[in-house]
T-cell receptor
C-alpha cells in the first residue's frame, strides 16, 4: 500500500481556496488516491477519489499529475465548518483494500 | 437510511475487565473493519473481515478479539491483555473484494476509557 506524506497542519481564512498536497512516491499501479475528512469525535467521511488528471464533485477537486507521485485536494471557498483533519490514502478498489491512515492534515479555518 | 451503528458512544472499563464494542451495518457490505485512534493520531487497523466467519489481524491486534457470525455484525472485544485500551474506536464497512469500491463507510465511534 502506498505510503503518503502530508503537511501536519494548515491555516486558512473563510472564503479562501485551500490546496492540500499529498506525496505518494511509491503508489502502486492499481491504487486510487482517496481523501477523507474527519471532524473531532466522528468517523472519517469519504470526500473524493481519483486515478489521474482531475476529478471534481460538489465538495472538492482532486488533481493528480501524470506521474501520480503526488495529488492535491482543492477546497473552494472554505468556511469555518471545513475545519477538520484531511487524510490522503492509496486504495485498491477491486481487492477489498485495507485503508492505511497516516496522521493527516489538520486544517484550521479562521473567520 | 443505510449506515453503520456503533454502540455505546461512551464506555468506561475497570482495569482487568473485558468489554465488547458493538458494530452493526445495514449496507449489505461484505467487508468490515475496526480501527483505533489515539489523540492527535491517525487511525490504526485492529482487525478486518472480508466475509462472514473469517477475519484477519491488522497492525495492532494484540489484546483484541473479534467475531463475524453475521454479515451485518462485527463486534470487537477489548480484553484485559490490552495494556492501553483508552482510545476512540471506529468501525467501518466496504462493499468488499472484487467490487468497484470507492471506499469505506465509518460509524460514529465508541470512546473507551479505562478507570
Amino acid at each position: 500500500l502506498a505510503k503518503t506524506t502530508q503537511p501536519i497542519s494548515m491555516d486558512s481564512y473563510e472564503g479562501q481556496e485551500v490546496n492540500i498536497t499529498c506525496s505518494h512516491n511509491n503508489i502502486a499501479t492499481n491504487d486510487y488516491i482517496t481523501w477523507y475528512q474527519q471532524f473531532p469525535s466522528q468517523g472519517p467521511r469519504f470526500i473524493i477519489q481519483g486515478y489521474k488528471t482531475k476529478v471534481t464533485n460538489e465538495v472538492a477537486s482532486l488533481f493528480i499529475p501524470a506521474d501520480r507521485k503526488s495529488s492535491t485536494l482543492s477546497l473552494p471557498r472554505v468556511s469555518l465548518s471545513d475545519t477538520a483533519v484531511y487524510y490522503c490514502l492509496g486504495f485498491q478498489r477491486n481487492q477489498g483494500g485495507k485503508l492505511i491512515f497516516g496522521q493527516g492534515t489538520e486544517l484550521s479555518v479562521k473567520p | 437510511d443505510g449506515g453503520i451503528t456503533q454502540s455505546p458512544k461512551y464506555l468506561f472499563r475497570k482495569e482487568g475487565q473485558n468489554v465488547t464494542l458493538s458494530c452493526e451495518q445495514n449496507l449489505n457490505h461484505d467487508a468490515m473493519y475496526w480501527y483505533r485512534q489515539d489523540p492527535g493520531q491517525g487511525l490504526r487497523l485492529i482487525y478486518y473481515s472480508q466475509i462472514v466467519n473469517d477475519f484477519q489481524k491488522g497492525d495492532i491486534a494484540e489484546g483484541y478479539s473479534v467475531s463475524r457470525e453475521k454479515k451485518e455484525s462485527f463486534p470487537l472485544t477489548v480484553t484485559s491483555a490490552q495494556k492501553n485500551p483508552t482510545a476512540f474506536y471506529l468501525c467501518a464497512s466496504s462493499i468488499g473484494q472484487g467490487f468497484k469500491d470507492y471506499g469505506y463507510t465509518f460509524g460514529s465511534g465508541t470512546r473507551l476509557t479505562v478507570v
